[in-house]
Nanobody
Framework: QVQLVESGGGSVQAGGSLRLSCAAS????????MGWFRQAPGKEREGVAT????????SYADSVKGRFTISQDNAKKTLYLQMNSLKPEDTAMYYC???????????????????????WGQGTQVTVSS
């Protein structure tokens, strides 16, 4: 059973930075994609970024391109989200998720569809004040 645990959330001023981490355990597959999703109060959950095995192809939501960077440490089985130039509209609960196994085609064309992700963490809160 795959388990995901997020950490690194907190409160920052607009323009500041945070680095989220997601520790994964309980799986042995080498074919997977991991992603970050977020949900703000009163809004629907949205995909933020995803990264897949192999060449480490990534995909980002338009709203975070150029500001957020997703990465992973395969040896530590840890996913990261570096968030820079944070804006108040980035305030949300951030969730780590995993899709496994995935095809080689999928890994080259990562998506941010909730239905593709089977395993989810419980979230970490990010609050950005103006």
């Amino acid at each position: 059973q795959v388990q995901l645990v997020e950490s690194g959330g907190g409160s920052v001023q607009a323009g500041g930075s945070l680095r989220l981490s997601c520790a994964a355990s309980g799986y042995t597959s080498s074919s997977y994609c991991m992603g970050w999703f977020r949900q703000a109060p009163g809004k629907e959950r949205e995909g933020v970024a995803t990264i897949c095995t192999g060449a480490g192809r990534t995909s980002y939501a338009d709203s975070v391109k150029g500001r957020f960077t997703i990465s992973q440490d395969n040896a530590k089985k840890t996913l990261y989200l570096q968030m820079n130039s944070l804006k108040p509209e980035d305030t949300a609960m951030y969730y780590c998720a995993a899709a496994t196994p995935v095809s080689s085609w999928y890994a080259r064309n990562p998506r941010l569809y909730e239905a593709d992700y089977k395993y989810w963490g419980q979230g970490t809160q990010v609050t950005v004040s103006s």
